[in-house]
């Protein structure tokens, strides 16, 4: 971390300035600035009072640009400021988030973040926890890993930090973190079209083991959600009833050919390590984020960017109503630019749903119990979803009792 900390300079901008940046970032993906900011009815955490509401309604130009820290002519030469005391733990009640900048990579104070959301605040060995009565966050020092309430969600960049303390990027911040703690905070979607797409089929059987195909399994469990789905009240459609090839782009047109407003991709996992087993849910990759396999950055932004946000809190949704249902560990909720979720304009998710590899997982996906739980752990995952995107209803008016 030394180096780390002789290329670091610390700024700091307000809980307000930060309301401001996600202001800016809300109306820029078209929630306007009087886009109601509340929590959830079921919250994930309870931050402080309504953190973000004030400054959203201040019709104030966006300073999205000015909490960004004060460009040092020379940052390297530029003396680390001192932390103090005072600024290693910012007082009770003032919520500031200290930035700073290594590598030129934005990083908060995980403390200051932990005040913003009015979380209480522990560091154990590696692990920093910051816990509310409704969420326990768990980050590790040099990881990516992040447990929100014991779900694995990946982060884009790893936990570091600087003589201020631990640090988690501003990125994953915006588009990791705070999605999921306050989701009210997303624009308002509508979500009554779904779109299935087994994956695989005809001639593309998937992964294959012991003559069980990807492909059949997929469309199985394919079948089974889209009758839940429809019993919960959505319009329904699928990328292939039968076992027919369907070329990858093609799946991702039929989206919006369909007008869908969430796609869900189903697929079996394989890997040389027959012991390798559990869920993976996969939405694409943020801009300015790399996947969670390797470090390259996506630069270009793609279809599925309007939407980083919500796949979020699509992911982890998902992997929290599965994870439950495998004995395997938690193998998180995950980034990858698939063809079939970047091309997306709308939320996407692509769900590994066990190894086809692993003869224990192998025997459970064919049975229709399994089945049977995947899909109603997906249904139940998508009626979240719906529901903490739920457009506002307008205000009842008053009933007047004669
Ligand atoms: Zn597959």
């Not at 009815?41 to 959203?56: F, G, I, L, S």
């Not at 326990?136 to 990881?143: I, K, P, Q, R």
């Not at 492909?215 to 959600?225: E, W």
């Not at 630019?337 to 590994?352: F, H, I, Q, S, W």
């Amino acid at each position: 971390m030394s180096r780390a900390e002789a290329t670091s300079h610390v700024s700091r901008f307000t809980a307000a300035a930060l309301c401001w940046l996600l202001a800016g970032v809300l109306t820029a993906y078209g929630a306007g600035p009087t886009a109601p900011i509340r929590h959830a009815a079921r919250p994930v955490a309870k931050p402080a009072a309504n953190p973000v509401a004030r400054p959203v309604a201040r019709p104030v130009a966006k300073p999205v640009a000015k909490p960004a820290a004060k460009p040092a002519a020379k940052p390297a030469a530029k003396p680390t400021p001192k932390p103090t005391a005072n600024a290693a733990k910012p007082p009770a009640g003032k919520k500031t988030i200290r930035m700073v900048t290594i590598n030129k990579r934005e990083f908060l104070v995980l403390r200051d973040v932990a005040t913003f959301y009015g979380m209480n605040y522990k560091v154990a060995g590696a692990n920093i926890i910051l816990s509310s009565k409704y969420t326990t966050l768990e980050f590790t020092m040099g990881s990516r890993e992040l447990k929100v309430n014991k779900v694995l969600v990946y982060m884009g960049f790893a936990v570091t930090s600087a003589k201020v303390g631990p640090l988690m990027s501003k990125a994953d911040f915006l588009i990791t973190l705070h999605p999921i703690l306050s989701s009210m905070s997303l624009p308002r979607r509508k979500i009554k079209n779904i779109l299935i797409d087994p994956g695989h089929g005809g001639k593309d059987v998937g992964a294959s083991s012991a003559n069980v195909l990807e492909k059949d399994i997929s469309l199985q469990v394919a079948n089974r959600l889209a009758s839940k789905l429809k019993d919960a009240g959505y319009t329904v459609s699928m990328t292939r009833n039968t076992d027919v090839f369907i070329e990858l782009d093609e799946r991702a047109k039929l989206s919006q050919k369909n007008r869908a407003d969430l796609f869900i991709s189903l697929h079996c996992n394989a890997a040389e390590a027959t012991s390798a087993s559990g869920i993976e849910v996969y939405t694409a990759t943020p801009l300015g984020m790399p996947p969670t396999r390797d470090n390259v950055v996506a630069k270009a932004a793609c279809a599925a960017t309007a939407v980083d946000k919500e796949n979020t809190l699509l992911g982890y949704l998902a992997q929290r109503q599965l994870k439950g249902l495998c004995h395997g560990a938690d193998r998180g909720s995950r980034r990858m630019r698939y063809v079939v979720l970047k091309d997306n304009a709308v939320p996407a998710m692509l769900v590994e749903m066990g190894f086809i590899s692993n003869p224990s997982e192998r025997a459970k996906l064919q049975q229709i119990r399994y089945q049977e739980q995947i899909a109603r752990a997906l249904c139940n995952s998508v009626n979240e979803f719906r529901d903490a995107l739920k457009p506002k209803m307008p205000a009842a008016k008053p009933v007047s009792v004669q």
